[in-house]
């Protein structure tokens, strides 16, 4: 009895119960509270398929999303000099930079990549917000330089996307230095006659706004992404007045002319295609291949 009750009935009951489902597979939209299953709106690019709605995505799926069957290279960036400033807070900044590390998996708050989209070679930056805030730091100006030099090496437009709070307090002056340097790395492509295209997502504020989110040969948003250098309520509160509805988001900025285009993230890659061999002087995107034509058997007796 003792072996039937001990191994016969839990063998049993493991096989026939109910298997638990994970918590991660389903998504519920913070705009209009439709539950996504995870593959449904990881296809749609972390889009809400019921409201449009643009959730956060991953610097790495971004960039997947954009180059020709994911495929990129990523650009060395050169390491700064880690705490110059011996920062502490309520924690260590080298503490704050080794938790961010482990919780994203990357080496600081903006990826560098080169590759194909759309058949057309491009050098990628992509801000990456989960990381401290996308905050600007001397590495985020390192590798601002090394997309500029590795752009201009290659001959190849560079395209970058911004997504921050503003330069990293725990680096002082040495965060906001980057707002020149950064500016100059600009300059440097628009000498060598490349193209720079700016896609500012949600939210770009701060320093980033200042300098080289705004300096684009066009300038991209995403739908209803903040974009804006201080916050709406430290405006009202300076100007004494009640700011207009939607002011800061992309459309509002989009009517006033800060903006060239807002473009969904589903139609992204197609209209920086677009654009990018626009400015360089190349034909349309090929969209697809067909097959070779087949050689047809000549007939001896004709």
Known sequence: MNWITNYVRPTINSLFSRREVPENLWTKCPECG???????????????????????????????ALF?????????????VADPLHFRDQKKYTDRIK?????????????????????????????DFSFMGGSMSMYVGNAIVAAAERAIALKRPLILFSAAGGARMQEGILGLMQMPRTTIAVQMLKEAGLPYIVVLTHPTTGGVTASYAMLGDVQIAEPNALIGFAGARVIEQTIG??????????????????LDRVTKRTHLKDELITIVRLLTRQAPAVKGDLPAPTAEPVDAAK
């Open 34 to 64: 439709t539950m996504l299953f995870h593959r449904e709106l990881s296809d749609n690019l972390n889009v809400c398929t019921n409201c449009d709605h643009h959730m956060a995505i991953g610097a790495r799926d971004r960039l997947r």
């Open 99 to 127: 938790e961010a590390r482990k919780k994203t998996g990357e080496k600081d708050a903006m990826l560098v990549a080169e590759g194909d989209m759309g058949r057309t070679g491009v050098v990628v930056a992509v801000q």
């Open 241 to 258: 007045e009640k700011l207009p509805e939607g002011f800061q988001r992309a459309e509002y900025l989009l009517d006033h002319g800060m």
């Open 68 to 80: 020709d069957g994911g495929v990129f290279v990523e650009v060395a960036v050169p390491d700064p």
